[in-house]
């Protein structure tokens, strides 16, 4: 039902990019073989509002539309959802009580008090009852908290213990501005901050993610390290295949 949380919950590795409200890219990328788009509102002119048709356009594609909020407000996480986001990322988490409002806000009464708008999103199933369908969107809703700050890392342990959160994601400009070591991803001092991190996450069996795999750093080093959730830009990646393809036809 939501893919993105299955895959993690059987311990795999899931990888996205980034997608914005242009319905074609989103639609092309959405079939491009990522596991998830990731449309950000943070940093970006765009607004959850504005993703509906960008979302619609990934139907029946194996990428799963998750939204990052530009803050921890039930407004905005609520015009996420209703704009059939499958996951919300939350930035700046940094206690248990904010976690639990983002869960709170997720998540339809009794798990919540997520406010309704009619059925959102893009399901894959009929439902019996309107009870099934919020019982199945409380459940397949990835929950993603973002861990940015000094702060977010002492109370690692109370945000993660939190039910609901699927993910913990690192901020990796934010946290390494945190660190004293600012963009300075390969420093011992951000490498040994991320050690805290997984280990966090993974005693709560929450998955770790990072938002972004830092520029010129290989993808992999954060597998082994035991990041499960992040994002590449495909820019590149589509560059390559347009060269690959051209350099193949005579001329
Ligand atoms: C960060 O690097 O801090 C992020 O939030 C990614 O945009
Ligand atoms: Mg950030």
């Keep these: 039902m939501n893919t993105v949380k299955d ?19 989103a639609t092309l990328l959405a079939g ?7 449309f950000d509102t943070q940093h970006s002119t765009a607004m959850p509002k504005e ?12 990428a799963s539309p998750v939204v990052r909020v530009g803050d921890n407000r039930p407004d905005l996480i609520v ?4 704009a059939g986001a499958r996951g919300i990322i939350v930035p700046m988490v940094n206690t248990g009580e904010e976690a639990e409002r983002v869960v709170h806000d997720v998540k339809y009464y009794p798990d919540g008090g997520r406010s309704n708008a009619g059925q959102a999103g893009d ?3 009929e439902f019996a009852n309107y009870r099934d369908y919020m019982d199945t969107a409380n459940n397949e809703m990835l929950i993603v908290v973002m861990l940015e700050t000094n702060v977010s890392l002492a109370n690692i ?3 993660c213990s939190v039910p609901g959160i699927d993910v913990l994601l690192i901020g990796p400009s934010d946290f390494s501005i945190e660190l004293d070591v600012p963009l300075d991803y390969s420093s011992k001092k951000y490498q040994d901050a991320l050690e805290k991190v997984v280990a966090g996450a993974q005693r709560h069996g929450v998955a770790p993610g990072m938002y972004f795999i830092p520029p010129g ?3 992999n080093h954060y597998v082994d390290l035991g990041f499960k959730f992040f994002t ?4 590149p990646m589509a560059t390559a295949g347009m060269e690959n393809a051209l350099a193949a036809i005579k001329r």
Excluded at 11 to 25: H, M, N, Q, R, W
Excluded at 51 to 62: D, E, F, N, R
Excluded at 79 to 82: F, G, P, Q, S, V
Excluded at 232 to 235: E, G, K, L, R
């Design 217 to 219: 750093l290989d993808a």
């Design 32 to 38: 491009g073989g990522f596991d998830f788009l990731l």
């Design 157 to 159: 342990d109370e945000i």
């Design 123 to 125: 399901w894959g199933k």
């Design 51 to 62: 993703l509906g048709p960008a979302i619609a356009g990934m139907k029946g594609k194996k």
């Design 232 to 235: 590449v830009p495909w820019a």
């Design 79 to 82: 015009n996420a959802m209703d």
């Design 7 to 25: 895959a993690l919950k059987a311990g795999k590795v899931v990888v996205g990019t980034g997608a914005g409200p242009d319905v074609s890219t």
